[in-house]
T-cell receptor, first 114, second 113 residues
Framework: QQQVKQSPQSLIVQKGGISIINCAYE??????FPWYQQFPGKGPALLIA?????SEKKEGRFTISFNKSAKQFSLHIMDSQPGDSATYFC?????????????FGKGTHLIIQP | GAGVSQSPRYKVAKRGQDVALRCDPI?????LFWYQQALGQGPEFLTY????????KSGLPSDRFFAERPEGSVSTLKIQRTQQEDSAVYLC???????????FGPGTRLTVT
């Protein structure tokens, strides 16, 4: 059973454009919805996260939109820059992110073309 | 402050050899996690420690995999009789306590030939 489905697998966006990555989950017990960013040779790093009591959270150029009824959340990167080129993972979980092993999506390889 | 460190960064082992991978978590972090990341895939959970207690080892793929954290700080992931399918990046993460963010190390890339 695949608990987390992430799409697209890869994405190419022109510099200055909007990058959108989607994540669908099945477990209704999840209460923490993070996005991680991973550069080659590095471990994943938390980029932005949302809890289910709000539908949207914005931090700089990064926005999470959350749809509880559809069991989906998405990452929007505004004014995408070449430095945003990385692999992005969603990893929803039910313990606030700290006590349980995270279940990662398969990842989205994002390339921002200059 | 220092982040999570892992050593070695790269390890090549012949099939059948035993390997030991080390993780130094952030000082004071109670929780420690090990993940396995195959090429082009997301990390997969292996095991979790709270201090020295291994509370969850449900992700360990076989009894050839063993992890320990005897003094509640440094952790070692040991793989016995390595197989080619064990080739992956092994990531360690730590968090201050329950419901806090997990911080990841750079990983150890294991290649079994």
């Amino acid at each position: 059973q695949q608990q987390v489905k992430q799409s697209p697998q890869s994405l190419i966006v022109q510099k200055g454009g909007i990058s959108i990555i989607n994540c669908a989950y099945e477990n209704t017990a999840f209460d923490y919805f993070p996005w991680y960013q991973q550069f080659p040779g590095k471990g994943p790093a938390l980029l932005i996260a949302i809890r289910p009591d709000v539908s949207e959270k914005k931090e700089g150029r990064f926005t999470i939109s959350f749809n509880k009824s559809a069991k989906q959340f998405s990452l929007h990167i505004m004014d995408s820059q070449p430095g945003d080129s990385a692999t992005y993972f969603c990893a929803p979980n039910g313990s606030g992110g700290g006590a349980d092993g995270l279940t990662f999506g398969k990842g989205t390889h994002l390339i921002i073309q200059p | 402050g220092a982040g999570v460190s892992q050593s070695p960064r790269y390890k090549v082992a012949k099939r059948g050899q035993d390997v030991a991978l080390r993780c130094d978590p952030i000082s004071g972090h109670v929780s420690l996690f090990w993940y396995q990341q195959a090429l082009g895939q997301g990390p997969e959970f292996l095991t979790y420690f709270q201090n020295e207690a291994q509370l969850d080892k449900s992700g360990l793929p076989s009894d050839r995999f063993f992890a320990e954290r005897p003094e509640g700080s440094v952790s070692t992931l040991k793989i016995q009789r390595t197989q080619q399918e064990d080739s992956a990046v092994y990531l360690c993460a730590s968090s201050f306590a329950r419901a806090y963010e997990q911080y990841f190390g750079p990983g150890t890339r294991l290649t079994v030939t």
